[in-house]
């Protein structure tokens, strides 16, 4: 209980200062409105309004959860309008990209650990991939896709991958030279071979940095899967709710589009972090 309460303070701080916020950023279009119909409005009608606009510069936090209510549990989640049916098509791509992105990552670490010629000129690409905005790359990808006749949910999920694989490398790589040079001189000594050594030592000893790298690398996913949809004009996923919502000024939908993004992610991760204790625990590592 104890733990709890620092975290519940910081979530009450977080959303007083954003009804403050919304009071701020909303209030001129407030006086706006009176003015125009030659009427002062007092504080308390002035926060009233604030926290009720249809089309706000910062919705209230209850409007977000109204809206998140209203898309989710009200609407049938085959229904366009449901933010449950938008979360899975933006799933989907993230979940396929997270899955190439791993093994990607996997075998290019791998790669890069055992042979000294990948580590030399691999690994500084690995690197200097990363240095390109993803804003860049995505259209890029789609239109290269797209010629080859490939549309859908793999060019998200390319873009996922993109993102996705740079954390898995380095923390692999980090993990497979993670054993001592004791360790590696009495597996010689036991006359491991290559495929043993890495078996027997290198992969478990990696796992913790694997599991911890799949964590960055999921949300990344996810990005990855919500920037993909942007430039396609995609009308359906989270990243079309996003592109809708700036359209006509529907701040609420575009929030609550974040708000389900940010959940996903968790839930992803939380997950990830699940099956690691599970893992690590049957390894004795737990």
Known sequence: MRAVWPVLCVVAAIVLIWYAGAVALNAQWARDVAARQDRTLTFSELVADTWAQEKPKLPAPHQVVAELWQTTVEKNVTSKRSLVYHAWVTLSATLLGFALGTALGFLLAVGIVYVRVMDMS???????SQTIPILAVAPMIIVVLNA?????LLPKAMISMY???????VGMVKGLRSPDAMQ????????????QEFLKLRLPSSMPYLFTSM??????????AIVG??????????????????YYGQTIQIWSALFMAAGIAAGMVALIGLIQRITLKRMGMG
């Open 229 to 246: 949809e942007l430039p396609t004009g995609a009308v359906a996923g989270l990243g079309a709710r996003l592109l809708a919502g700036s």
């Open 122 to 128: 691999v690994m500084p690409w690995v690197i200097a």
């Open 215 to 224: 964590k960055i690398a999921m949300a990344a996913s996810l990005v990855g």
């Open 148 to 152: 080859m006749g490939i549309s859908g």
């Open 184 to 195: 590696l001189d009495q597996m010689r000594t036991w006359s491991a071979g290559k495929a």
């Open 163 to 169: 993102l996705s694989f740079f954390p898995v490398v």
